[in-house]
């Protein structure tokens, strides 16, 4: 089995290739270019450079989000687009369970963060055993002080994941006693963990209905937001 892989949730684009037996290869631009721009080439050149065609790809699998709104939108179609127009299963996965993956061999707890703005956090809190992974809250939107005295009563270790830790990770040392900050290489969203999450449920014939699935924004665009506001 081959999935292909994409996120485009954050600033972020990432894409993979990712077989039953390993991570063929992974795309990730750090880039202040849009998705619109970039997404469907890095696509295509990665697909081309691993030596494969789209014609060989088995499912997709695409980052839901939470995270940008434009950016979400973006990854979710051109991941719909492309199964339909494939006729290849689907599969959706939530980016914040996506970044807590890059850590599932770590013990403890893994706390993933994506910019909200306006001193807030898309987050989640995860459990790890160093094998299995799983939700021990449901992902939401707080403010980042919320955030900090939900956690601060938590004695165990609990890694943060995601660029924004670093700018709050003086204000999460002083009151989260256990709190651990990883490199930038764990903190970004990455296509390759997509892919193997994405596989484990395709193996198991698990996957989404194509015209129901739709982004998770865990809030409303500022679009709407601005339209209630003059309305």
């Not at 202040?32 to 494969?52: A, C, F, G, W």
């Not at 950016?71 to 689907?90: F, Y």
């Not at 009563?153 to 660029?163: A, D, L, N, P």
Request: include cysteine.
């Amino acid at each position: 089995m081959l999935v292909l892989a994409v996120d485009s949730s954050t600033k972020v684009g990432s894409v993979s290739l990712v077989s039953t037996e390993r991570l063929v290869a992974e795309s990730l631009l750090n880039l202040d270019q849009t998705h619109s721009q970039r997404l469907m080439p890095q696509i295509v050149e990665l697909v081309k450079r691993s030596d494969y065609e789209l014609q060989d790809v088995d499912g997709i699998a695409v980052g839901l989000g939470p995270g940008s709104f434009t950016g979400t939108r973006i990854g979710v179609v051109t991941a719909k687009t492309l199964a339909q127009s494939l006729e290849l299963p689907i599969v959706g996965i939530s980016t914040l369970k996506a970044m807590a993956y890059n850590l599932k061999y770590v013990s403890g707890y893994i706390c993933p963060v994506v910019d909200a703005r306006r001193e807030r956090v898309f987050t989640g809190l995860y459990r790890t055993d160093g094998e299995d992974l799983r939700a021990e809250t449901e992902e939401g939107l707080l403010a980042i002080d919320d955030l900090i005295t939900e956690l601060s009563s938590i004695q165990e270790e609990i890694y943060f994941v995601g660029e924004i830790a670093q700018k709050y990770r003086t204000e999460i040392s002083e009151q989260v006693e256990q709190a651990q900050f990883v490199s930038n290489k764990f903190s970004l969203p990455q296509a390759g963990a997509l892919g193997e999450l994405a596989v484990e449920r395709l193996m198991l014939e698990d996957e989404d209905q194509l015209f129901e699935l739709t982004p998770n924004y865990l809030k409303r665009s500022q679009a709407e937001i601005q339209w209630e506001d003059n309305n």
